[in-house]
């Protein structure tokens, strides 16, 4: 089968289009004939092994895993020992982050982490959701009507996803991201645009009652200067001594506030209701580009510049 593989951390001239064999789907596993893969922030992460924290995961020196890509909609094609619940030729979808393998004609995946897709979604829909979706489900989980909530990096899949459901809930919402994107996300609805280049949120002098930092740059001591008395910021991702300032020192730090990390409860059941949640039009992945398998390497390229408008979606099929 064609797949899109690395074999060590680095740019995406590691990456290349080659054949392979077709996995065959281990115990509690089904197989699925890939119909998208959307291209996620933690595709480059594991991709150039950065942050450090990912190597955890992915493997300490070079990639336990050669091919990327975790948000996939794909056909059942084979299942694996001990599986039930589901048919061959049925359309399932799953956020396999631990896993990956999505770019690729074909990918193994583990039955528990996935979910049948609904008829009202398309292939393409579908793939923006499990790890994005999932993502902005959980970063606006709460919010009531009034509440004045900040996305740093909101250009992005679960930054547009997040707005949307903030801006139903009645909030007012400050868009942070870079200068190629605030005239867009002022078009999606944001009530404030910030370009991350020129202001600095932390030193405006505004207050918010939520913050939600997709890639957290700044300790728990500017943090509290931007936070509203009783609010909250959750990050999602960051380099480690960021992200350790963050969880050790936002308890000492905060004064009456809460700093800390964006905790998503990935599985079925998040999928299910993201997927509902779509189908009911509360949110709408915005897809930037469908592109081939050949294009993962672009598409990877303008991910780790912060240069996509919401999200790109990777078909095998096309040529």
Partial sequence: MKAVIYDRYGSPEQLRLTDIDTPEPAKGGIRVKVLACAVNLSDWE???GSPAWVRTVGGLF????????????????????GVSGFEIG???MGDYV???????????????????????LSDDIAACLPQAGGIAVAGAEGLLEGDRMLINGAGG?????????AKAAGAHVTAVDNAGKTAWLASLGADEVIDYAKVNFTET?????????MVATRGPREISRALAEGGAYKALGGDVPTL????????????????????VPSGQELTRRVAEYAVQGRIAPHVDAVLPLASVPEALERTGKGQVLGKIVIKPSLA
């Fill in 244 to 263: 350790l300032s963050i969880v050790f020192g936002g308890k000492l730090l905060s004064h009456g506030k809460s700093i800390g990390m964006l905790l």
């Fill in 157 to 165: 899949g679960s930054g547009t996803m997040t707005l949307q459901l």
């Fill in 46 to 48: 594991y991709l150039t």
């Fill in 205 to 213: 002098g505004q207050t918010w009652d939520r913050i939600l930092d």
């Fill in 62 to 81: 070079k990639p336990k895993v050669s091919v990327l890509g975790s948000d996939i909609v794909g056909i059942v094609d084979k299942l694996g020992e």
């Fill in 98 to 120: 631990m896993t990956r393998g999505g770019f690729a004609e074909y990918a193994c995946v583990p039955a528990g982490e996935t979910v049948t897709v609904p008829d009202a």
């Fill in 90 to 92: 049925q359309r399932v």
